[in-house]
């Protein structure tokens, strides 16, 4: 049954407390798992969906076995509380940055390559300027990353991505070449460029299904007409680094993933140089219609300075 209060008494009823309590449901599925993040009682949890159900004459939620599903409303509402949230940090943010940019948090979400080495190098050369920043960095695949940031817990998202996504603003955009990478002592190593017939007689190792360089891999085999038999597949990419340094084979990376070690001197890289193998970006991603924090903000064009940087420098072995 609806409410009949104007939209002005209902909007103006509608309290924090309840709002934050309905965003951890909302992310945690479960009404238990709610209320231990949020260091209170279920019954706490319970009380305040139940008065904005009430208060709002609609179901917010659909109790299911296996946990909490919000409905239509739920979802509309949800999303108020996320743009509540974050401009609220926006607002203490900016108040802070009046003083310098002397305090606040940046959250990034980022798929696992950027997280090896780039990022913590990026963060800790940012952080030399602004020793009072802090971070969260939180590793998933390109596709969750995006979906952090829809759902509010990033303000940045670094991935490779395949396609447009809804309601996402890309900051920075850039190619990105898929390497074939080798002990140095390897036959391969000889080559500045490789094709995938020249990697076939080797063994390879490969990164699991879900991960960008493998899609493009596969569809670039398939194109060829070419069956590869892995003697591993991971989807850690450190194992696949000590896997082809214990001289078990090659194994493929993005150039970010792959160019420290290269730079270092531990591996060779060479580029595959197939037409299937593109179509592949490094976004720096943020939500759309979202003004950023002051924090995140300055180390979001920090980041797209290093990442141009790199573009400038192609991946060379020595």
Sequence with gaps: MQSNRPTSVLSAQLQDTALRY???????GSVSDA?????????????QIGALEALLGVSLFERRP??????????????????VAMEAERVVSDIQALQGLHRGMVR???????????????IAQFRRSHPGMQFQLRVCGPQAATQALLRGDADIALTYSR???????????????????MRKDHPLSAHQHLSLQQLQPHAIALPDP????????????????????????????????????????????????VRDRVLRGELHAAPI????????????QTLADRTLPEGPRAFTQFLIEQLEQQAKEPLRSD
């Design 22 to 28: 309905l965003l951890e449901v909302v992310r945690s």
């Design 35 to 47: 209320a231990q993040r949020l260091n209170v009682t279920p019954s706490a949890v319970s009380r």
């Design 66 to 83: 296996r946990g909490m599903v919000p409905s239509p409303e739920g979802e509309v509402l949800a999303a108020h509380a996320r743009r």
């Design 108 to 122: 990034i979400c980022s798929s696992s390559g950027f997280a090896i080495e780039f990022l913590p190098r990026v």
């Design 163 to 181: 396609s447009v996504e809804r309601d996402i603003s890309v900051a920075y955009r850039s190619p990105s070449s898929i390497y074939a990478f």
């Design 210 to 257: 879900e991960n960008t360089v493998r899609q493009l891999f596969d569809i670039a085999c398939s194109q060829k007409g070419l069956i590869f038999e892995p003697v591993l597949v991971c989807n850690q990419f450190d194992a696949l680094v000590h896997f082809v340094l214990h001289g078990g084979g090659v194994s493929i990376a993005g150039d970010i993933t």
């Design 273 to 284: 140089r197939e037409r299937g193998m593109v179509g592949r970006n490094v976004e720096v």
